[in-house]
Every structure is written in structure tokens, then in C-alpha cells.
């Protein structure tokens, strides 16, 4: 089952594909009436395969699909130009601007059928398999937790992605988006019958979020199985999976660090937050490999520059997070910043470490 | 006078370089009843999007509804046959059908003239003939000045006024 797109100023057109979907489909399809209003859809979330109208106003079709290539959320879902226009020359501006195929309307619904079903298979898929990414930080205060949100939302809007807020100590997860967490996995601590997936709450962007419970120590803490479980729970149908790690690191949590495709662990500049880096580093030394050692922005102060943290820990710093006052001021409203302001410079950075976990 | 039914046709209309594809409401009256019509200057559609006859991809402005001058148009491209014929038309296409080739302003057109005469005579043609435009079907149309790049159509409604040459055209069996 693939999500569908459509963009069309003409509402008789949405009417029939979305007739011709839900009859000869099992398609999930979503529309706009034009451009603009498309763009954001798709970007928002984006979908399999669009079917793009190129003559509207606002932002013509051709517009549309330059855009969904050059974005690296939407940059290879399967895009179809259906248009009026049919002659040879609008053919190939299709094909420039980036669709997998044009096809002139009227179309035949059989034609239309095949084309999608051909453009759905080599749509390329987006991203690996599965990922699992922990945030850790053994010292509170570092901003794991916006790091994972904020993360999470970015990661979302390339694949499905879930968020386990397994903060012992009632968490901020739920907090940090706006959530109320009234599911909770204390609720599977009590009843190992819940479904984990009736236990997840829906973010605005999509994100899949596992939240903690509000009121800590009253429903006990996981064993190892419990949290094989969940994590497996949580990577059902789910590209990325970022976990907010507890501030303690014991046996219970080995399955979140055995599958962990990344590890990201933050530290401070401070003597503490210092100490227990390299105290987490020792910890996890048998998947030295797999970290990449985040900077924290949290302080708006810097005691020492990088290098000089470098040194000073003898460690790589990977991804070097700077301060940005816009963070409380979203974290106030329950907006998650990388949707409130998206050209903010944590956002930017956090950007940077999506593309960096991407890569091979 | 036949009833036909409302709806929406897409056609391209080409002058001085530009294309304009547009939408015609057919009501009463067909695409080529209007554009044949001598006591109208003008032709209203609606949802026309102008862009330069080489670059199809730059839409360079877009209308919600405009109104063309027919005086101004070199010639109107319809996908479908029917959009383009005249009633009368429609009848003499089964009779004789000559290959022919002619130049407008940027463009040189290749498609079938349907006509009620055995031979085709182009000086005949030009000078007796009546109407203000011709018509002509399963048609391309290739830019002068890019060659790779050509229009297609079912028919074309081409004005005299704007015809430089035209020819009967040899066909590869001739």
C-alpha cells in the first residue's frame, strides 16, 4: 500500500483519481488544489508517488516537481505529470523538471493504472532498512531530549520514524512536542498484554512517539526482554527508531545498544559533563565505532572552543551543536522547533547530523 | 442547430513565438465555429498559461481568463480531430486529403488539408477558397529555429494571413 499524492487545481480531476484509487487500489491518497498547497503536503510528509497537474496558478506543476527533486525529504518518491498538456515538447519538460513519467490528459484509467504501478516499483526506497539511533547523555541538563525531538521530527520527514522516551524520572519527550502524555509505556509495565502501538501517541508531523510516564517510580522499570520487546514494537513498520536513553546505562538497555545502527552521545564542556563522557565512552567501548559524540548547545556560554574539548577528552567531537534562544522560546509554546523554525541554527545543524546518519 | 453538450476543451494558440494553452468552453458553438466566425474578432479562454514556443517549461504568465485576438493568432492546435473541424468539414474529410506543407511566423506545418477537389492547386487555394483561416488535420508543427522541437495535433486552424509558403508536400510512397 503506497500514499499517493495529488495535485490538481481542477476538483472534478481529484474527484475521479481519488474515485479511481479507492476502486482499483488500496492506495492511500491524499490531494491539494494547487502547487503550493502540495508542496507543503509533501514535504510535511512525504508520500510514494505524487500525480502533479502542471498547468495551475500560484505554482505551476514543473515548479512542483523541481522542488520535490531538489529536496532531499521527497527527492526520490515516484512523481507522475499528469496535464492537458500533451504535445512532445511537454513531454520532455516534464522529464527535465524531474518526473518519472508524463502522461496527457485525458488519460486512460487503464494506461493510468499501469504507469503507477511501473513508477511505484522503481521509486527508489527511501533510506536503509531500519535504524535504530539512541541519544544518550549521562548528564542532565546536556539537551538529549531536544536533540532526539527535534531529530526525530527531521528524521520523519524522510521515513516513518518512532520516538521511545525511556527517561525513568518522567520525561520530556511528550513535553517537548506538545504532547500530553496520557499512554505511556508505564501502562505495558502494569499490563505486559498492551499493545505497544495502542500505547503510542501521534505527533503533528507524523512522529510516532512512546512516551514516559508523568508520575515516576510508580510503575517499576524494564527488564532486558521488556525492552527487546518494545524496541521491536516500535520498529514495526518504522524506518528510524530514536530512543532518549535513561541517564543510566545498564544491562536492561544492551538490546537498544546491540541494534543500534548509531549511537548518539552528548556531552558538555564542562568538568562533570566531561567526566562522564568519558566514563560513558568507557561503558560502550565495544561500540567505539558506532558513536558519534554531539557537542551540546544547550549552555549559551562556552567554557573551552572544540579543539580544546578535543583534547581535552581525547575524543572526536562529530557533530558540534550551536546555542539557540529560539529553543526555550519553542520548547514554551510545545512546539518542537524544527517545525516552528526551521531555518533556526540548532535546526540547521541538527539537518546536518540527519544527513550525517544517512550516510553509509 | 445541433445541441452539444457543455464542456472543456484544451487548445494551444500560437502567435508571434508564444503559446498559449488555454481552456474553451464548447457550448453551442464548437472551437472552429468560433475561430471561423468573420463577424468576431475575439475568442475567450479561460486557465491559459503563456509560455515562449521553445521553452514550454517557462510558463511565463498565467490567466485565469483572457481574451485572444483572432486578427493576432498564427495558428490553434487541438489534440482531438473533432475540436478543430467545422461541421462541413467533418463530411469532406472522408473524400480527398491532401499532404501539405506550409510556413507560418516560426513555424513550418506539415498535416492532410481535407478538401472537395480531386488535385490540389495551393494558388487556387489561397485566392479562392473562402474563410480567414484553413484547417488542417493530423498535423505537426516544427520551430524554425529548433527543430527538435514540434507540436502535434489532431488538427490545426491556421490563418491565411500568416501562411508564407505553402505546397503540396511529397509522401515517402510518391
Not at chain 1, 542532565?140 to 520514524?161: D, F, K, R, S, Y
Not at chain 1, 522516551?165 to 518522567?170: F, I, T, Y
Not at chain 1, 505511556?184 to 512516551?211: E, F, K, N, P
Not at chain 2, 475575439?42 to 485576438?69: C, E, G, K, N, Q
Amino acid at each position: 500500500m503506497a500514499r499517493v499524492l495529488i495535485i490538481d487545481d481542477s476538483p472534478d480531476v481529484i474527484q475521479l483519481l481519488a474515485t479511481f484509487f479507492q476502486r482499483r487500489t488500496d492506495h492511500q491518497v491524499v490531494s491539494a488544489k494547487n502547487g503550493k498547497a502540495g508542496l507543503a503536503l509533501a514535504m510535511g510528509n512525504p508520500p510514494d508517488l505524487a500525480l502533479v497537474d502542471v498547468m495551475m496558478p500560484v505554482m505551476d506543476g514543473y515548479e512542483v516537481v523541481r522542488k520535490l527533486r531538489a529536496d532531499p525529504a521527497t527527492s526520490e518518491m515516484g512523481i507522475i505529470i499528469l496535464t492537458a498538456r500533451g504535445q512532445p515538447v511537454d513531454q520532455a519538460a516534464a522529464l527535465k523538471a524531474g518526473a518519472d513519467l508524463h502522461l496527457p490528459k485525458p488519460v486512460n484509467l487503464d494506461v493510468l493504472a499501469d504507469a503507477i504501478e511501473s513508477v511505484l516499483a522503481k521509486a527508489r526506497p527511501v533510506g536503509p532498512k531500519r535504524m535504530v539511533i539512541p541519544v544518550i547523555s549521562l548528564r542532565g541538563g546536556t539537551g538529549a531530549t531536544t536533540v532526539a525531538t527535534n531529530l526525530a521530527t527531521l528524521l520523519q520527514q524522510v521515513a516513518p520514524t518512532t520516538l521511545w522516551d525511556l527517561s525513568p524520572a518522567s520525561g520530556h519527550v511528550a513535553l517537548s512536542l506538545g504532547l500530553q502524555p496520557k499512554s505511556h509505556w508505564g501502562s505495558y509495565l502494569r499490563d505486559r498484554d498492551q499493545r505497544i502501538a495502542d500505547l503510542t501517541m501521534t505527533a503533528s508531523s507524523g512522529l510516532r512517539v512512546l512516551c514516559a510516564p508523568p508520575m515516576p517510580g510508580v510503575y517499576g522499570w524494564f527488564t532486558k526482554d521488556q525492552v527487546a520487546r518494545v524496541l521491536q514494537a516500535m520498529s514495526e513498520d518504522a524506518t528510524f527508531v530514536l530512543v532518549d536513553m535513561p541517564p543510566t546505562l545498564d544491562a536492561t538497555v544492551a538490546p537498544i545498544l546491540q541494534a543500534a545502527a548509531k549511537i548518539l552521545l552528548i556531552t558538555g564542556d564542562d568538568p562533570p559533563a566531561i567526566q562522564t563522557t568519558l566514563a560513558s565512552m568507557q561503558v560502550l567501548r565495544s561500540a567505539s565505532d558506532r558513536i558519534l559524540l554531539v557537542r551540546s548547545g544547550a549552555r549559551p556560554d562556552r567554557l573551552m572552543d572544540t579543539p580544546s574539548l578535543e583534547q581535552s577528552m581525547r575524543l572526536r567531537v562529530h557533530i558540534d551543536l550551536p546555542h539557540d534562544p529560539n529553543q526555550p522560546l519553542a520548547l514554551n509554546r510545545g512546539a518542537v522547533l524544527a517545525r516552528a523554525k526551521p531555518e533556526s541554527p540548532l535546526v540547521v545543524a541538527l539537518k546536518r547530523t540527519a544527513q550525517l546518519l544517512l550516510t553509509p | 442547430m445541433q445541441n452539444l453538450k457543455s464542456r472543456q476543451i484544451v487548445a494551444d494558440f500560437f502567435a508571434q513565438g508564444y503559446r498559449v494553452s488555454g481552456a474553451f468552453q464548447v457550448t453551442n458553438r464548437l472551437l472552429s465555429d468560433v475561430i471561423y466566425d468573420a463577424n468576431t474578432s475575439y475568442l475567450d479562454v479561460a486557465d491559459a498559461y503563456l509560455s515562449p514556443i521553445t521553452d514550454p517549461a517557462a510558463i511565463s504568465a498565467y490567466y485565469r481568463t483572457t481574451t485572444l485576438d483572432k486578427t493576432n493568432l498564427d495558428f490553434v492546435l487541438t489534440l482531438d480531430r473533432n475540436d478543430g473541424l467545422r461541421r462541413d468539414q467533418r463530411y469532406k474529410l472522408g473524400t480527398n486529403a491532401f499532404n501539405v506543407c506550409l510556413t507560418v511566423p516560426f513555424f513550418e506545418i506539415q498535416g492532410r488539408l481535407p478538401s472537395g477537389n480531386r488535385t490540389f492547386n495551393a494558388r487556387a487555394f489561397m485566392t479562392q477558397e473562402a474563410g480567414t483561416f484553413i484547417t488542417l488535420v493530423d498535423v505537426t508543427a516544427r520551430c524554425t529555429f529548433d527543430p527538435e522541437v514540434t507540436y502535434q495535433g489532431g488538427a490545426a486552424l491556421i490563418a491565411r494571413r500568416a501562411i508564407s509558403f505553402i505546397g503540396e508536400s511529397q509522401t515517402d510512397e510518391e
